[in-house]
Every structure is written in C-alpha cells, then in structure tokens.
C-alpha cells in the first residue's frame, strides 16, 4: 500500500511540473517517448515511470 502512495505522489509531482510547462500529456509522453495514455497511467500512480519508459530509444 506504500508503493501505491508513493507512485501516487510522484504522480502529481510530474503533472504538477507538466502543467507548469503548460504541456498536454500527449506533449510529455513525445519528450519521454511514450504515449498520452502511458503519461496519463503514470499521472494517477497506475504504473512506475521505468514501466512508462522501459526500452524506449530515441530516434
């Protein structure tokens, strides 16, 4: 339940920080090489960012 809280929390601090940059996750998931719908996953503390990013090379 811990991990839960704490994927949660970074979470917000990645859309805090996105929104900041007045980016759309769809803006963040083409800097980090992922999808709108894996930004959105990793917002809510659904996945971890190393699941979000796993394996991505830039092209």
């Keep these: 339940m811990l991990a839960l ?9 990645v859309r805090i920080g996105r929104e900041a940059l007045g ?6 998931g083409k800097r980090l090489l992922c999808s709108q719908s894996a930004v959105s996953r990793l917002e ?3 996945t971890r960012i190393f699941a979000c990013c796993a394996g991505r090379q830039p092209k």
């Design 5 to 13: 809280a704490h994927s949660q929390h970074a979470g917000s601090l």
């Design 23 to 28: 980016w759309r996750q769809a803006d963040l």
């Design 44 to 46: 809510q503390g659904r």
